[in-house]
C-alpha cells in the first residue's frame, strides 16, 4: 500500500507539473518576456523552469549536417552563436525525431562532444522543430550537470514549445529571405546591364 507520505508527495509532484505546464502556455501566449528577442526568452525560460545549464536553439543549414543557433544560455548568461557539426553530438541524434533524451551519463555515450566534455553535462533532453510543410528547420536542446529527475516533464515542456519555436523560426527565416531578395532586386535595379544580362537568361531558360 502506498504510505500517506508518498501520496502527498505524488500529489504535489503533479500540482507541480500541472502549475509549470501552464506558466509555460502563458509564456508562449505572451510569446516571451518584453524587450526581448523571443529565442533568447525561450532559452531563458528553459533554463529557469527546467533547472537546466545550458540551452541552445538552432537552426538546421541547408545540407542538415551542421546546425547554427540562434540562441544559447548557459550557467546563467547568453552566450554568441555559433555554428557547428551535428555529427557525434546528441543534436546529431535528435534530427528527425520528435524528442530525445538522455537522463545521465550524456557525456559518456558522446565522447567527443566538446561543449558535453568541458561542462561537464549529464543529462539531456532536445527536440527537432519542424516547418509547416513537415521538414526538420531547427533543434532545441536543454543540458545540466546533473542526472534528469522528471524526463517525462522535460519532454512535455520541449514538445509544447516546439511548436511554437518551429513558427517562430520559420517566420524569420522568410522574413530573411524576402529581406535578401529585395536587396538583389536592388542591386539589378541599380545596373542596367545587369538586368539586361538576367532577363535574356529568364527569357532563355522559358525556351
Keep these: 500500500?502506498?504510505?500517506?507520505?508518498?501520496?502527498?508527495?505524488?500529489?504535489?509532484?503533479?500540482?507541480?507539473?500541472?502549475?509549470?505546464?501552464?506558466e509555460t502556455q502563458s509564456f508562449l501566449l505572451q510569446r516571451g518576456y518584453p524587450d526581448e528577442d523571443f529565442f533568447a526568452s525561450l532559452a531563458r525560460y528553459l533554463a529557469q523552469?527546467?533547472?537546466?545549464?545550458?540551452?541552445?536553439?538552432?537552426?538546421?543549414?541547408?545540407?542538415?549536417l551542421t546546425a547554427q543557433t540562434v540562441a544559447?544560455?548557459?550557467?546563467?548568461?547568453?552566450?554568441?552563436?555559433?555554428?557547428?557539426?551535428?555529427?557525434?553530438?546528441?543534436?546529431?541524434?535528435?534530427?528527425?525525431?520528435?524528442?530525445?533524451?538522455?537522463?545521465?551519463?550524456?557525456?559518456?555515450?558522446?565522447?567527443?562532444?566538446v561543449i558535453l566534455q568541458e561542462m561537464v553535462a549529464e543529462s539531456y533532453a532536445g527536440t527537432t522543430l519542424w516547418s509547416s510543410k513537415g521538414q526538420p528547420i531547427g533543434l532545441i536542446a536543454v543540458l545540466s550537470r546533473k542526472p534528469l529527475v522528471n524526463p517525462r516533464l522535460a519532454e512535455t515542456i520541449l514538445k509544447l514549445v516546439a511548436v511554437r519555436a518551429a513558427g517562430e523560426l520559420?517566420?524569420?527565416?522568410?522574413?530573411?529571405?524576402?529581406?535578401?531578395?529585395?536587396?538583389?532586386?536592388?542591386?539589378?535595379?541599380?545596373?542596367?546591364?545587369?538586368?539586361?544580362?538576367?532577363?535574356?537568361?529568364?527569357?532563355?531558360?522559358?525556351?
Aim: proline share 3%; net charge negative; hydrophobic share 35%.
Design 1 to 22: 500500500m502506498q504510505s500517506l507520505a508518498e501520496g502527498q508527495r505524488v500529489s504535489f509532484d503533479v500540482i507541480t507539473e500541472r502549475k509549470l505546464l501552464e
Design 72 to 113: 544559447i544560455y548557459f550557467d546563467g548568461k547568453f552566450e554568441d552563436n555559433v555554428e557547428y557539426a551535428l555529427k557525434d553530438t546528441p543534436c546529431g541524434d535528435v534530427v528527425g525525431k520528435t524528442i530525445c533524451c538522455f537522463p545521465r551519463n550524456v557525456r559518456h555515450l558522446f565522447p567527443q562532444d
Design 49 to 64: 523552469s527546467l533547472g537546466m545549464d545550458y540551452v541552445c536553439i538552432d537552426r538546421l543549414r541547408g545540407d542538415g
Design 170 to 207: 520559420e517566420r524569420k527565416q522568410a522574413e530573411h529571405r524576402q529581406s535578401l531578395s529585395a536587396e538583389i532586386m536592388g542591386i539589378i535595379n541599380e545596373s542596367p546591364a545587369l538586368s539586361d544580362t538576367i532577363n535574356r537568361i529568364l527569357i532563355a531558360i522559358k525556351r
